[in-house]
Nanobody, 123 residues
Framework: QVQVVESGGGLVQAGDSLRLSCTAS????????MGWFRQAPGKEREFVAA????????YYADFVKGRFTIARDGAENTVSLQLNGLLPEDTAVYFC????????????????WGRGTRVTVSS
């Protein structure tokens, strides 16, 4: 069973930055395509960013607009999401996810999910 654990959320002011981290632990020597989603209060969960298992390809939601960066952090299944220029509308629980798909493509459909880390941006 693959476990996904996020960290790094917190309370910040508008314009600040945060770095979220996520680790997926499971099968040894297997790299997973991974991604981030978020769910704001009263809204549905939405896609934020994804990275291929090689780290060579990334894909972002339109609203990111160059403010967020997803990257693999060297360790086998650890990814980060750097959040810059945070806005109050970025307030949400951010979820990390991993896929068992055997592909080097970026994907947005995932099988394993973390419990989320809360990001609150005050104005």
């Amino acid at each position: 069973q693959v476990q996904v654990v996020e960290s790094g959320g917190g309370l910040v002011q508008a314009g600040d930055s945060l770095r979220l981290s996520c680790t997926a632990s499971g099968r040894v020597f297997v790299k997973y395509p991974m991604g981030w989603f978020r769910q704001a209060p009263g809204k549905e969960r939405e896609f934020v960013a994804a990275v291929s298992r090689t780290g060579m390809s990334t894909y972002y939601a339109d609203f990111v607009k160059g403010r967020f960066t997803i990257a693999r952090d060297g360790a086998e299944n650890t990814v980060s999401l750097q959040l810059n220029g945070l806005l109050p509308e970025d307030t949400a629980v951010y979820f990390c996810a991993a896929s068992r798909a055997d592909t080097n493509q970026v994907i947005t459909d995932f099988d394993y999910w973390g419990r989320g880390t809360r990001v609150t941006v005050s104005s």
